[in-house]
């Protein structure tokens, strides 16, 4: 409620202040500007380099949970790494001589 009876003064004394500062912000107009531009161009250098080291992380992170999942099978691996080096050259493993 009193948001609505002080209405009327903050709208008198806000227009009445922003209109004595507006030669103020005329001339502050052009760093503004500048400051606008920097930044833009400043961003536009920036994404790039922002979006190539996202990937990098995604693919360290995809590295990360592979072997996360494959090492507990690793010592199966190994087993059967050493049953096939075992069994590559014997007779038995080959089905056609020589």
Do not use: H
């Not at 030669?23 to 790039?48: D, E, G, H, N, Q």
């Not at 090492?71 to 014997?90: E, K, Q």
Request: aromatic share 16%; glycine share 6%; net charge positive.
């Amino acid at each position: 409620m009193f948001y609505l009876l002080t209405l009327p003064f903050r709208l008198f004394f806000g227009l009445l202040f922003g209109l004595i500062l507006l030669p103020f912000t005329v001339l502050f107009l052009p760093f503004l500007l500048l400051r606008i531009v920097l930044k833009a161009t400043f961003s536009l250098i920036m994404l790039p380099v922002a979006l190539v080291m996202g990937l990098i992380g995604i693919a360290f992170a995809l590295l990360a949970v592979s072997f996360a999942l494959l090492i507990p099978l690793f010592p199966f691996v190994v087993i059967g790494v050493c049953i096939w080096l075992l069994t590559r050259n014997s007779r038995a493993a080959t089905v056609i001589q020589g």
